[in-house]
Nanobody, 115 residues
């Protein structure tokens, strides 16, 4: 299992983001996937999730859009009108996520929204 998140960076408030996560492993075609965010000083939390067949759920403020390409094993996260509170490290993983100290999360991608 490998998860490679990319697309983060420094963005001004009001800007947009598009994150990508490339997954390797046969699990992808059988798993719901989620994007998670760990804001500074806070625990990692689920932002959005998508089932194998494309059903989505959003746990945070409106504006996020999650999608996936099952032919390329990639899951995407988009948002317009970013706010400073969107700052954090974004990770992708299966949903529900793996638990425990040995759980694999990959490197994540840092998103910093400046005001």
């Amino acid at each position: 299992v490998q998860l490679q998140a990319s697309g983060g960076g420094l963005v001004q408030a009001g800007g947009s983001l598009q994150l990508s996560c490339a997954a390797s492993g046969s699990f992808f075609s059988e798993s719901s996937m989620g994007w998670y965010r760990q804001a500074p000083g806070k625990e990692r939390e689920l932002v959005a999730a998508i089932s194998v067949h494309g059903a989505t759920k959003y746990l945070k403020a409106p504006g996020f859009a999650i999608s996936r390409d099952n032919t390329r094993n990639i899951v995407y996260l988009q948002k317009k009108w970013l706010k400073p509170e969107d700052t954090g490290v974004y990770y992708c993983n299966v949903e529900p996520p793996p638990r425990g100290p040995e759980a694999y999360w990959g490197q994540g991608t840092q998103v910093t929204v400046s005001s």
